[in-house]
C-alpha cells in the first residue's frame, strides 16, 4: 500500500473519529462565565484543533509542493517555473486579506463580550484576530475545494461521453 493511502486513511480514521466524539459524548455542565449560560460540546476543543493542524497542513503543504515544482523548473523552463509560484502567492494574498479583514473586537455571548475563555484565562485580542483569520481561509479554502469538485464532476462528465 502506498504512503499516501495510508496517511489518509488514517486522517480520515482520526477525523471521523473526533466529529464523532464530538456529536455523541454530550455535553458539558453548565458553566456561567461573563453571565452565560450556554452549554458546548465536550469535544469542542478537539474539534477545533484538529480544523487548525488540517488549515495548517494545508497551507503548508501548498507552499512546499509549490517551492518544489518551482526549483524543479527552474533549470528547464524557467517561465513554467514562474507558474509554480502562483499557489504560493494565492495562499499569502489569501491570508493577507483575512488578516485585513479579522476583528479584535470580543465574541458577543448572550449580548455581552466573551473576554474569559473557558478555563478563566482572559482572551486577548491577538487570540480573536488569529480565530478570524483561520476562519476566513476556511471559508475561502472550502469554496475552492467544492468548485474543483464541481469542475473535476463537469470534466468528467465531458470526457465519459465522447
Not at 27 to 55: C, H, K, Q, W
Amino acid at each position: 500500500m502506498k504512503a499516501s493511502k495510508i496517511v489518509f486513511y488514517i486522517s480520515m480514521a482520526v477525523s471521523l473519529a473526533i466529529i464523532a466524539l464530538f456529536f455523541f459524548v454530550g455535553f458539558g455542565n453548565t458553566e456561567y462565565i461573563n453571565g452565560s449560560d450556554m452549554r458546548s460540546p465536550l469535544m469542542t476543543d478537539a474539534l477545533l484543533y484538529l480544523i487548525y493542524v488540517l488549515t495548517i497542513l494545508a497551507v503548508v503543504l501548498v507552499v512546499v509542493f509549490s517551492l518544489v515544482s518551482f526549483f524543479k523548473n527552474l533549470k528547464n523552463s524557467p517561465k513554467d517555473a514562474m507558474k509554480s509560484l502562483v499557489g504560493i502567492l494565492a495562499v499569502v494574498l489569501l491570508f493577507v486579506v483575512a488578516y485585513a479583514l479579522a476583528s479584535d473586537e470580543p465574541i458577543m455571548v448572550n449580548g455581552k463580550p466573551l473576554s474569559v475563555s473557558n478555563d478563566g484565562t482572559p482572551v486577548s485580542g491577538s487570540a480573536y484576530i488569529l480565530t478570524d483569520v483561520i476562519l476566513y481561509a476556511q471559508y475561502v479554502l472550502f469554496a475552492a475545494c467544492t468548485l474543483a469538485t464541481v469542475y473535476g464532476l463537469l470534466n468528467i462528465t465531458r470526457t465519459v461521453k465522447k
